[in-house]
């Protein structure tokens, strides 16, 4: 469990979208525990450990410490672990990873290219741009749309399954929706605004049914505006995915900056033990 000033000083140190409280327990239904300075989220037999420091830079010693005590506390059956570094005592019995870097974009040093630029005033002339904080149906469609089309890896879908069940609860997210003329919904952007630092892109979609040249880009600039009005400079733009989101990110100015390994682990108790061990040998 966490208090409210614990929540509030996590959000004051947060620097990966996973920081943010609220935005995590939504999505995983987890509960949320911070310990010396590491936070995870626990439920039935399972934990999710982000490798993130709040305060201090990374340390393969004391992340390894932190593993060792929410093994002894949680004895989850299955640990997921979210860091710059897989740890040693992971690296070897990792039954699924992923390798990926997180993006962010610095508002005060963007500049938008004449030609991106003549894009964006073309598609606004046939869309009309709306703040939200709801989701609909024609959402809904989007995404079902998305997800037929797009090999996305396994937690990115059940980010997009999230979203309906996300935004209503959420207080501090907001839904960009680009509608065309006729009142159908082309494409729409999620943005978290919980972090004290930066906005949060937290995933975009769509259509190509009511297909409109540049609605994205039209709705980057507006969660670019979103964000200034917020008294924020930074986004963090989120992963890379693949090269075509990597792609669309970088030409907007988006840079990497940290990187970002995934390792699913599965204990069990006899290996519970065992990690435990091998880990007080490390130390």
Not at 23 to 31: A, N, T, Y
Not at 76 to 100: A, K
């Amino acid at each position: 469990m966490i208090t409210a000033e614990d929540e509030e000083y996590i959000l004051a140190g947060a620097y990966v979208p996973e920081h943010i409280v609220s935005l995590m327990v939504l999505i995983s239904k987890g509960e949320p525990y911070l310990i010396k300075g590491y936070l995870s989220f626990v439920k039935d037999n399972w934990l999710i450990l982000l490798g993130y420091p709040l305060e201090e830079s990374f340390s393969l010693t004391h992340c390894e410490n932190i593993i060792k005590q929410v093994l002894k506390t949680f004895r989850p059956e299955y640990l997921w672990f979210i860091g710059p570094e897989i740890p040693p005592s992971l690296l070897h019995s990792c039954t699924e990873r992923e390798v990926d870097q997180y993006y962010k974009l610095d508002i005060e040093q963007t500049k938008i290219k004449p030609s991106l630029q003549r894009m964006i005033e073309k598609a606004s002339k046939e869309l009309i741009v709306e703040r939200s904080h709801s989701f609909s149906k024609e959402h809904d469609d989007l995404i079902e749309e998305l997800l037929k089309r797009e090999k996305l890896r396994p937690r990115v879908r059940e980010l997009y399954r999230a979203m309906p069940e996300y935004v209503p609860h959420s207080q501090s997210s907001c839904v960009l929706n680009a509608w065309d003329k006729k009142g159908r919904l082309c494409a729409f952007y999620v943005v978290e605004l919980a972090a004290k630092e930066f906005a949060t892109y937290v995933l975009g979609c769509y259509s190509k049914r009511n297909y409109v040249p540049h609605a994205s880009d039209l709705l980057f600039l507006e969660m670019i505006k979103l964000t200034r009005e917020h008294g924020k400079s930074l986004i963090n733009l989120g992963l890379g995915v693949n090269e075509g989101i990597r792609r669309f990110k970088e030409k907007w100015g988006g840079i990497p900056f940290l990187n970002y390994e995934f390792c699913e682990y599965y204990t069990g108790y006899t290996r519970t033990l065992s990690l435990i061990k091998e880990i007080e040998g490390r130390l």
